[in-house]
């Protein structure tokens, strides 16, 4: 079993910065790739990022390509996510997930997921 809790989510306006961090527990965070999520209102939960076991592999959506870093410290079992350049698009409700596939797109594919954090852009 693995407990993910998401934080760092907030109000910021267009072209700033946000960094959310994703705290596991319950099991080694090394053992497992791990995902973003974001889902906004009235729209179906989308894929942002992914990261392998050790942090050697990353993946990101086109949406977010080039604004958005994930990264991870396994010593502090803990996921992030820095968003640069927001835009009101990226408003959404932001989920961190663990599953055994990297880089995968599906929901279906991650076992475990955070309770998400929101991120509000406001132009």
């Known amino acids: 079993q693995v407990q993910l809790a998401e934080s760092g989510g907030g109000l910021v306006q267009a072209g700033g910065s946000l960094r959310l961090s994703c705290a596991a527990s319950?099991?080694?965070?090394?053992?497992?790739?791990m995902g973003w999520f974001r889902q906004a209102p009235g729209k179906e939960r989308a894929f942002v990022a992914a990261?392998?076991?050790?942090?050697?592999?990353?993946y990101y959506a086109d949406s977010v390509k080039g604004r958005f870093t994930i990264s991870r410290d396994n010593a502090k079992n803990t996921v992030y996510l820095q968003m640069t350049n927001v835009k009101p698009d990226d408003t959404a409700v932001y989920y961190c997930?663990?599953?055994?596939?990297?880089?995968?797109?599906?929901?279906?594919?991650?076992?475990?997921w955070g309770q998400g954090t929101q991120v509000t852009v406001s132009s």
């Open positions: 990261i392998s076991r050790y942090g050697t592999a990353l």
């Open positions: 997930a663990a599953g055994s596939t990297f880089g995968s797109t599906s929901n279906r594919d991650y076992d475990y």
């Open positions: 319950g099991r080694t965070l090394s053992t497992t790739h």
